[in-house]
């Protein structure tokens, strides 16, 4: 691979555990395997209190992207993500040499070199892990609490999309990993500013039958929609959460859901239509739009609407205050 000994390896913006910990044990398995050095970037934040607990843990692997990684790198590494996603931070006019991947296969990927997209697993951690496994590397216990944590907050404990080789991966993977530090991790403190934006954003939630929708206003990190829908799918009775947000100029959008069949990608994607980007998994998904000149409040009622209408929620259906 020309340029090998520059390779940026790239998740998607804001990373998450399975993210952050794919990326490493991909610069883990080429170091070991290929004696090639690679750097780890990323876009955005680390926000969630647990996500950056994690980094904390690990090290801090991870460095916020310059305009110099991008433009040194011979080759770029796509983890989590995938070209086209409007997620990443790879340029229109660059081409990855390597993407891995656990979304759905975007035709983008098409023209990477080496692409392993295989979006009927859980986690992308689980496809580095087979990979450690195939090069008989064992993982040290960071590295395997890492991906451990990310296929558990993936599938949710292996309770939401896993597959046979999430499983087998969670399981081979448990024995080795650092307790005390999984446990500090996920009970990562939270400051007073987390619980006073949580309340706002309960006293905003409307409850549609089961269509719950929450509508945060301004968000100091863009992973809140995200981790607000993971709580609100906790609400008894709920097949359907939409929560929305504005952050640096973005309407971000964040879909889950308890349907059978999943189709979470596919209504994050109806919602935001050709005004932005979007995509996901059958159970969990989002999106983000730029709010150029319209008000964050007025875009959301609009999105809110499109997601009632999918839904087919009567339209007699008046949301009721959750608080």
Not at 33 to 40: M, V
Not at 69 to 78: P, S
Not at 133 to 138: K, S
Not at 157 to 168: E, I, K, Y
Request: with cysteine; glycine share 8%; net charge negative.
């Amino acid at each position: 691979m020309d340029g090998a000994n520059r390779l940026l390896i790239l998740p998607h913006n804001d990373p998450d555990p399975d993210a952050i910990a794919s990326a490493i044990a991909l610069r883990h398995l080429l170091a070991e395997r290929l004696s090639i050095e690679s750097h780890i970037a990323y876009k955005g934040i680390i926000g969630r209190a647990e996500n950056r607990a994690l980094v904390r843990y690990l090290g801090y692997p991870l460095q916020r992207l310059t305009g110099s990684d991008l433009r040194q790198a011979a080759t770029v590494a796509l983890v989590d993500t995938q070209p086209g996603a409007g997620n990443n931070a790879l340029p229109p006019t660059y081409t990855a040499a390597i993407v891995i991947d656990h979304h759905p296969w975007r035709q983008a990927t098409a023209a990477v070199h080496f692409a392993d997209v295989r979006s009927d697993v859980g986690a992308t951690s689980t496809i580095l892990m087979e990979y450690l496994q195939a090069a008989d590397i064992e993982p040290p216990p960071a590295l395997a609490t890492a991906l451990f944590y990310g296929i558990k907050t993936d599938t949710m404990g292996l309770g939401r999309g896993a597959s046979q080789a999430d499983v087998a991966a969670y399981f081979y993977l448990q024995p080795q990993i650092d307790i005390g530090a999984l446990v500090e991790i996920e009970r990562a403190q939270v400051s007073a500013d987390y619980f006073q934006k949580l309340d706002a954003a309960l006293h905003e939630t409307r409850v549609y039958d089961s269509v719950v929708i929450s509508y945060m206003g301004l968000m100091h990190r863009p992973d809140m929609a995200a981790e607000m829908a993971d709580l609100l799918m906790r609400l008894e009775g709920t097949r359907w959460v939409i929560c929305l947000g504005a952050y640096k100029g973005e309407l971000i959008l964040a879909v889950r859901t308890r349907n059978p069949r999943g189709g979470a990608g596919n209504l994050a994607q109806e919602i935001v239509g050709d005004q932005g980007t979007a995509g996901g998994h059958g159970t969990m998904a989002g999106g983000q739009i730029a709010l150029k000149s319209q008000e964050p409040e007025q875009m959301a009622r609009q999105l809110s609407q499109r997601a009632l209408e999918y839904l087919k929620v009567m339209p007699d259906i008046a949301g009721k205050p959750l608080l």
